[in-house]
């Protein structure tokens, strides 16, 4: 069963990789973006885990929806209500339990990946995070391990498309051929995850 622990340990987690990983992730927002996709999630995770541990909310549902908060309130640009959507609502889903198992999880954060997907009007094949986060569920029945590898999977399949939203729908044909920077952070995400599950 996965408890609070675990859910801090997921954003936590996310929080050190978004560190290691964002130069590389403001780099790839540079020829279809505005080169702030690192700095954004940077900033936005780590107020996540000062958060977090000051004010340590005791559910799983409570440190997704605290987590969720947090970035909206602090990352700029289309990725922060984004994410903290998909947090938030997946945190919501995850309603007061103590503990949830990964079944919990999986539907959950099918609740908050189609919050993202209304919110932001992308499905998959656009071009976005929406690419690496729908394997990553669809997999995540399997494993967390299953589901590192499909977001990483679909992560790199976003290099061929051509955006259909954000700011890199604005190059048209001209944003082929480039990783796409959100689904990049996304399969960090759920890397983390796995690397929480010690997977
Ligand atoms: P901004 O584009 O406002 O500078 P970021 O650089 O932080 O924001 O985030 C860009 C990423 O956000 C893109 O790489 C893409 O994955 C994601 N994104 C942008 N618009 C959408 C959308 N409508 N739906 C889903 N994801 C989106
Ligand atoms: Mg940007
Ligand atoms: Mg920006």
């Known amino acids: ?19 290691r990983e964002a130069e590389r992730l403001t780099a790839l927002d540079s020829p279809i973006g505005d080169a702030d996709h690192g700095s954004n999630l940077q900033r936005g995770f780590r107020a996540v ?8 909310p005791q559910t799983p ?12 309130s602090t990352v700029g640009g289309a990725s922060g ?12 889903a995850l309603g007061d339990a103590a503990e949830v198992d990964a079944q919990g999880l999986a539907d959950a954060l099918r609740t908050g990946v189609d919050a993202v997907m209304q919110l932001g009007g992308a499905a ?17 029945g399997e494993s967390f391990a299953a589901a590192r590898t499909a977001a990483e999977e679909g992560a790199l399949a976003t290099t061929p498309l051509q955006a259909r939203k954000g700011r890199a729908s604005y190059l048209g044909e001209r944003s082929i051929g480039h990783q796409d920077p ?14 929480a599950a010690g997977e």
Do not use: N
Not at 1 to 12: E, G, P, Q, S, V
Not at 61 to 72: D, F, N, P, Y
Not at 82 to 92: A, D, I, M, P
Not at 182 to 195: D, P, Q, V, Y
């Open 81 to 92: 209500p984004l994410y903290g959507t998909l947090l938030r609502r997946t945190g919501k």
């Open 124 to 140: 998959p094949g656009d071009k976005t995070m929406i690419d690496a986060l729908v394997p990553a569920v669809d997999a995540l």
């Open 182 to 195: 959100g689904a990049t952070s996304s399969a960090l995400l759920i890397a983390a995850l796995a690397e």
């Open 49 to 56: 885990a000062a958060t977090l541990e000051k004010e340590a």
């Open 1 to 19: 069963m996965l408890d609070a622990d675990f859910f801090r340990r997921w954003m936590t987690a996310t929080a050190a990789s978004v560190d």
């Open 61 to 72: 549902g409570a440190v997704l929806m605290l987590a969720g908060r947090q970035l909206i």
